[in-house]
């Protein structure tokens, strides 16, 4: 079969931004063309995309996937641990223009989500001690975080896609808000983030966005109740539940 780049990205979870990337940067997978000059991806394509991602996952730079594919019997290791043990560093050296930049390329090299899921919020826990010292790293790595993820918010706009709104809902850590902003950057969203968790929120305000509601506590009846009262109010809302 033959999937066009929309098609193709749904079917193996990857955005078309990511696809893009992987074959201009890294000369990963090679689809056909259409007459017309769109992509057009085969089933093996499809197996191929799956091997990329499998190597990604245990943390392998999507610039050396390439080499381990000409490989496919070499050893594979897990690369996340020694990634977040390199931010670390830079961060407790005081070196924050490094760790930014760290960051920055890692970005480039894993998908988003993976690098929030696998690094940045390991990373945050490492330094989230209620002591002044591990304090003043935290602000400083959340201050990184949240310049990143608006960097890649401001790329998102610049492209089609639907309007959504992310926030926190009685939300302890609003570094969170970010940092689920930044694993949905490429996706398709246009996302407006509010960064602050109020106690209660008003989306019929901004009925014709998308809402996505971050919040750090269980949802109790009452407050199924009432995100059900705000889903009648806008065009669609997900709640992201921090505790389950």
């Not at 690094?119 to 400083?140: D, F, G, Y």
């Not at 808000?177 to 949905?184: M, V």
Request: glycine content about 6%; hydrophobic content about 40%.
């Amino acid at each position: 079969m033959s999937y066009s780049i929309g098609e193709f990205a749904r079917l193996c979870g990857i955005t078309a931004t990511t696809l893009r990337a992987w074959q201009r940067r890294y000369g990963l997978l090679k689809p056909m063309r259409t007459d017309g000059g769109h992509r057009l991806y085969s089933d093996e394509d499809v197996k191929q995309a799956l091997t990329i991602l499998d190597w990604v996952k245990k943390g392998v730079p999507v610039s050396q996937v390439k080499a381990l594919l000409e490989r496919p019997h070499a050893a594979r290791n897990n690369n996340w641990a020694s990634l977040e043990e390199m931010m670390l560093s830079r961060l407790q050296q005081g070196r924050i223009a490094a760790l930014r930049q760290m960051v920055y390329d890692a970005g480039r090299e894993y998908p988003r989500d993976a690098l929030v899921v696998n690094v940045l919020r390991p990373l945050r826990s490492k330094v989230s001690a209620n002591v002044p010292a591990m304090l003043t790293l935290r602000e400083a790595l959340d201050g990184v975080i949240i310049a990143y993820t608006s960097f890649c918010l401001e790329g998102d706009r610049k492209a089609p896609g639907d309007n959504m709104i992310l926030c926190g809902w009685q939300l302890t850590d609003p570094t969170e808000i970010w940092l689920e902003a930044l694993r949905r950057t490429g996706g398709g969203h246009r996302i407006e983030v509010l960064p602050q968790s109020p106690e209660t929120l008003a989306p019929e305000l901004f009925a014709d966005y998308h809402w996505l509601v971050v919040t750090g506590n269980k949802l109790t009846a009452a407050r199924q109740k009432q995100i059900a009262l705000w889903r009648e109010q806008v065009v669609s809302l997900e709640v992201v539940s921090l505790s389950t």
